[in-house]
């Protein structure tokens, strides 16, 4: 029998992600296991934060209000069935989730995909697609075409 222990699960707070946390948490509610949800902070290039003038005060305030909103996305009677973890990072997702990953020895990364393609695809990457090739883990990927699943915790 497969056992997981931990299901860590990156939210950038789209619907898609949050569709992904709640997979995530079927998950792992099903096998009895820690899940963690995962937010990472892009930090703002250098010409912005010349742009603000109390950048640390800005920062602060991005920070305080990521903390609230993922703290918001397991609703509190799901906290209640299932042992959850809130982790804020700063830095590239795509780098930053692999090696949370590896920091909490997770087993299973339940990512979710905007599903771009072409020109999008390109020029934005797919942060999906490079955790799949680095993960120390198995990935499931959560794709929503066409709005055919509850975003909701209904």
């Given at each position: 029998m497969i056992s997981i222990q931990g299901v860590l699960v990156p939210v950038d707070?789209?619907?898609?992600?949050?569709?992904?946390?709640k997979f995530?948490?079927?998950l792992?509610?099903?096998y009895n296991s820690k899940l963690y949800l995962l937010h990472v902070l892009e930090p703002l290039h250098s010409?912005?934060?010349?742009?603000?003038?109390?950048?640390?005060?800005?920062?602060?305030?991005?920070?305080?209000?990521?903390?609230?909103?993922?703290?918001?996305?397991v609703p509190a009677a799901v906290k209640q069935r299932l042992e959850v973890e809130e982790v804020l990072e700063i830095g590239q997702p795509q780098y930053v989730i692999v090696e949370?990953?590896?920091e909490l020895g997770?087993?299973?990364i339940v990512i979710a995909t905007h599903g771009r393609t072409g020109l999008a695809h390109v020029l934005l990457g797919s942060v999906a697609e490079k955790?799949?090739?680095?993960?120390?883990c198995p990935v499931f990927v959560i794709r929503n075409p066409k709005d055919k699943y509850v975003y909701?915790?209904?």
């Open positions: 707070f789209s619907k898609e992600s949050i569709l992904a946390a995530g948490a079927s792992a509610e099903e010409s912005v934060r010349a742009e603000i003038s109390d950048f640390d005060l800005f920062q602060q305030r991005m920070i305080d209000q990521a903390k609230e909103d993922l703290e918001k996305v949370k990953a590896k997770v087993d299973v955790v799949i090739r680095h993960a120390p909701g915790w209904e």
